[in-house]
Each structure stands twice: as structure tokens, then as C-alpha cells.
């Protein structure tokens, strides 16, 4: 509220939408009118949030404005996640203009979605952008639809032709994940964040022009001084030594970029995801592939799991309980991929982790993988 003239109350909230560099939906407590989804307002941070537009309401010239900000959940003041489904769901498609098309139980802050029968992209969205879009498995900027919507409590999006035959995957921002978004400056920076741990594997992908996903993780180079390597979410490469993060690690705070495009080219604008290990919840680790079968423990029995092999070309592999994950019936996604599922030989869950069998992607003798898993 400008205290200073006579102008009216303005309210933003992210359930109804605060899009970084997009159209804010902003209300008016002191009149009867709707809300008028007309401008880019502000922008939230890590840490607060950046007026965007210079109008006497929210930013006048040399006025004293006054506001009200309350904290959204994260890592700091969630509530913890007493088990897997608190914080990930996986749901298929309802074929419904009503939202949410897709279930989970909670307000989702990210979420991808995919026909596994069938041939097409990979569709992945979050709160703080939406209604646009990227694709994991290209390197292209983002894209507009109206139907990419987090304005529900328990779900995601408004798309009738999201059926039985579509799959979406959902996450909640808290302990084991967190998402930001920020503008690239051309030279080092560091990002802050909410995670309240240190990051352990971070995807960041640029927005606003064509570039690829690029994968910090704390098993590259064999668990070794892994911020001196990079390896790509869109890409069957090997891990790559590169000034990405410029040689230095994550913190509990804040992640650092260097000035490459990749992850901070000058005014370009990047988004963010980072993980973490919750014991009980979920899992970020590497491994050693085996000429025989073994078991890697995730103190828990997971729902989905991600496998990368880092030291040659290898897909990046998607299983899930969902389209099958058992041995004889192991559908396989590849993020990298537009390319429907395809039964895989690669074992099933434990109670407490997952069972590998002998394969060139997930598990072969003398080869580094790492992983993501959850509960």
C-alpha cells in the first residue's frame, strides 16, 4: 500500500500466481473488482521479492510504501514430510478441463508430464512459472499454454486431453527440494535458496533462449570435487569438466554460477531445481555398476527412480511403480527422449532400495552411475 498517496490495496499470492517474468495476478482488498491478470508486478526471490513495474500503487516515486509478506513453505519451515507421498506423487490424467487434471494430494511446485505409450516431448512446468513450459528432452526456450496451471491445493493443470494415457510426476518444495528462479549477470554470482541443506544434485535450465539442461550432482567424478563437472539432462554424454559452477560447491544457502551462458549468461533468465536426501523420503547417491546383480540401498522402498551413467554415453533412465517396475516388467523412460517406454532389464525395488541386474545404462561392471530415488 503507498502510504504516501491515495491509492489503493495490492495483493499477490502464489497460489493464484506470481510468475517470474510473466502476468501476476493482482487483487484489490478494498474494492469488489476481479483480479486483473494485466502486468508483470513482481518477481518473488529466494529471500523476498523485486518490483517489476514503476505505477504509484507498488512503487511510487520517493513513497513510503508499506506491505505484509508471509513466507510460503520450504526447507526452513515446512512441515517435514513424514512419508514419500508428502512430498511426490505420480497420478494419470482425468481427461478433465477441471482442475487439477492430475492428483497429488498437495500443492505441486513442479511437475512434468508424458504419454509413455507414445512418441512426444516431455512437458515440465512449475508454480513460479506458470503457464509456460520447457521440454526436458530439448534444449528449447520456454513456451506459453494455458492449460501448464498450479492454482489448486491438490494438484496441477486444467488439460482436458491429459487422459488415462498421460502421466504426470509432482513434486512439493520442502527439505528434499526446492526451485528458483534468477537472471543471469555475465560474471560470477551466488544464488540463494530454501532448501536449508546442502543441494545434492541441481538442474538448471535457461528460459528465454535455447541452451541445454545442464545436471550439477554430487556423484560426478566418482563423488570427487563434482563441482568442477557438469553433465546434461537433455543428453546421453558423459560428465564433462566445465567452469559451470566455477569450482565451487553448494551450501546450505546458495548455489554459484559462473559468468558462462550455460548458467548465468548476461540477462538471461534461469530456472532451478535442486535436490537433497530426506532419510525415509528420498535419495541422491552413485554407484559402481556390477558384472552381476546387486542391491543399492535407499533406507527405503522407492516409487521412481532416475539412473545416469557418468563415465560414458548412457540414457538418462526413468522407473516408476506406476507403469511397472518389476524384473520381466521394467517400463523405461528416457528424460532425454521423446521416445514412448520400453520394458527394460534392470530389477525391482526392495524394501529397502532397488535390485540391479546387468545392463549398459543402469548397471555394468567397472561403469559410475548416479541416481535419484524416491519414496
Do not use: C
Not at 491515495?6 to 499477490?12: A, D, S, V, Y
Not at 484489490?28 to 529466494?46: G, R
Not at 526447507?75 to 507421498?85: D, L
Amino acid at each position: 500500500k503507498n502510504a504516501s498517496a491515495t491509492e489503493g490495496w495490492r495483493l499477490f499470492d502464489s497460489m493464484r500466481g506470481i510468475i517470474s517474468n510473466g502476468v501476476d495476478a493482482r487483487l484489490f482488498p478494498d474494492n469488489s473488482d476481479a483480479e486483473s491478470p494485466a502486468a508483470d508486478y513482481i518477481d518473488l526471490t529466494p529471500t523476498g521479492f523485486k518490483l517489476k513495474d514503476n505505477g504509484a500503487d507498488i512503487n511510487g516515486d520517493a513513497a513510503i510504501m508499506t506491505f505484509i509478506a508471509i513466507r510460503r513453505p520450504d526447507g526452513y519451515v515446512g512441515k517435514p514430510a513424514e512419508v514419500g507421498t508428502d512430498a511426490f506423487a505420480m497420478d494419470t490424467g482425468a481427461g478433465s478441463s477441471t482442475i487439477p487434471n492430475f492428483d497429488s494430494g498437495f500443492p505441486v511446485d513442479f511437475s512434468s508430464y508424458k504419454n509413455p505409450g507414445g512418441s512426444g516431448d516431455w512437458i515440465t512446468g512449475a508454480r513460479l512459472i506458470s503457464e509456460k513450459y520447457l521440454h526436458f528432452n530439448t534444449t528449447g526456450a520456454e513456451s506459453s499454454s494455458n492449460v501448464v496451471t498450479y492454482d489448486s491445493n491438490v494438484g496441477w493443470s486444467r488439460d482436458a486431453g491429459g487422459n488415462s494415457g498421460w502421466q504426470s510426476w509432482m513434486w512439493k518444495r520442502g527439505a528434499g527440494f526446492d526451485l528458483v528462479t534468477y537472471t543471469g549477470k555475465g560474471s560470477r554470482q551466488n544464488i540463494p535458496h530454501s532448501l536449508n541443506q546442502v543441494p545434492e544434485m541441481m538442474w538448471v535450465k535457461k528460459t528465454n533462449a535455447s541452451d541445454d539442461w545442464i545436471v550439477y550432482h554430487k556423484g560426478l567424478n566418482s563423488g570427487t570435487t563434482p563441482q568442477n563437472y557438469y553433465i546434461k539432462l537433455n543428453g546421453q554424454d558423459a560428465e564433462g569438466p566445465k567452469q559451470v559452477w566455477v569450482e565451487t560447491a553448494p551450501t546450505a544457502t546458495s548455489f554459484t554460477v559462473g559468468g558462462g551462458s550455460l548458467a548465468n549468461g548476461t540477462n538471461d533468465k534461469f530456472f532451478a531445481m535442486l535436490f537433497a536426501s530426506v532419510e525415509g523420503i528420498s535419495k541422491v547417491g552413485y554407484y559402481n555398476g556390477s558384472n552381476s546383480n546387486q542391491t543399492i540401498e535407499f533406507g527405503f522402498s522407492p516409487r521412481f527412480v532416475m539412473i545416469k551413467r557418468t563415465d560414458g554415453y548412457g540414457d538418462w533412465s526413468l522407473f516408476d511403480t506406476v507403469r511397472g517396475w518389476t524384473i520381466g516388467n521394467a517400463q523405461r523412460l528416457k528424460t532425454n527422449a521423446s521416445t514412448a517406454q520400453a520394458n527394460y532389464n534392470v530389477g525391482e525395488p526392495t524394501s529397502t532400495g532397488m535390485l540391479l541386474t546387468e545392463s549398459g545404462d543402469t548397471s555394468t561392471e567397472n561403469g559410475r552411475y548416479i541416481y535419484y530415488a524416491h519414496a
